[in-house]
């Protein structure tokens, strides 16, 4: 044991004429606990306007995970308005992405702070 807690989000792009409900959160909720196991279930489920990808058509996954974990932890530390002031991604990131206007909306998602 490492003493060491981790918060699991999902991040959902919403497909076209597709509204983001809370039966769809309800939905995954049941399905992941019932398929996988119950820690496995995020703890939020969040709808984002576009996943960033990389030039490559690869999703960046870890440094989306690093950016939100970063920006929480500095708002525990400090405060959410330290948070956004002061944690930014990685300038090596964001020039290999394709939609670098992606990373921008994670800032303004507050429920990544909390």
Known sequence: ???????VLMFLEMADGHL???DIVDRIRTHIRSQLSPRHVP??????????YTRNSKKLEIAVKKLVS?????????????AL???KADEKTTSTLA???????????PDILK
């Open 20 to 22: 983001f409900l809370a």
């Open 85 to 87: 002031r002061t944690v």
């Open 99 to 109: 939609n670098p206007e992606s990373l921008d909306q994670f800032y303004l998602i």
């Open 1 to 7: 044991q490492l003493g060491i807690d981790e918060r």
């Open 70 to 82: 970063e920006l929480y932890r500095v708002a525990q530390e400090t405060s959410p308005e330290e």
């Open 43 to 52: 703890a939020l489920i969040l709808p984002v306007a576009g996943i960033p």
